[in-house]
């Protein structure tokens, strides 16, 4: 992530949920990536840009919706003024350190 910044986000370690307020400089991007596990849903708040997805570009503007469902490949790009937007998915499980099996 180049030019951006988590604003706030959920902290409730008892949680099923995970959301970031993400803000995006002018002309920043976050690059191509993939999430495999969680389909995340992007809702923008401020600003303007586009989330360049395999189905094809879609620009966002303050209200815009978008579903990325997961195993999508995506990347964000904020426009002149700037990005603001909330990401929501289900919370990822914590990693947990358990014994070996016995044999």
């Given at each position: 992530?180049?030019?951006?910044?988590?604003?706030?986000?959920?902290?409730?370690?008892?949680?099923?949920?995970?959301?970031?307020?993400?803000?995006?400089?002018?002309?920043?991007?976050?690059?191509?990536?993939?999430?495999?596990d969680l389909d995340v849903l992007l809702v923008v708040v401020e600003g303007?840009?586009?989330?360049?997805?395999?189905?094809?570009?879609?620009?966002?503007?303050?209200?815009?919706?978008?579903?990325?469902?997961?195993?999508?490949?995506?990347?964000?790009?904020?426009?002149?003024?700037?990005?603001?937007?909330?990401?929501?998915?289900?919370?990822?499980?914590?990693?947990?350190?358990?014994?070996?099996?016995?044999?």
């Amino acid at each position: 992530m180049t030019g951006a910044t988590v604003d706030w986000r959920l902290t409730d370690p008892g949680r099923q949920l995970d959301a970031n307020l993400v803000r995006l400089n002018p002309e920043h991007h976050i690059g191509e990536h993939v999430e495999p596990d969680l389909d995340v849903l992007l809702v923008v708040v401020e600003g303007d840009g586009v989330v360049h997805l395999d189905s094809g570009d879609q620009p966002l503007v303050p209200g815009a919706v978008v579903w990325l469902p997961r195993g999508s490949r995506r990347s964000v790009r904020a426009g002149a003024g700037g990005l603001a937007y909330l990401t929501s998915h289900q919370r990822r499980p914590g990693m947990r350190i358990t014994a070996p099996p016995r044999p």
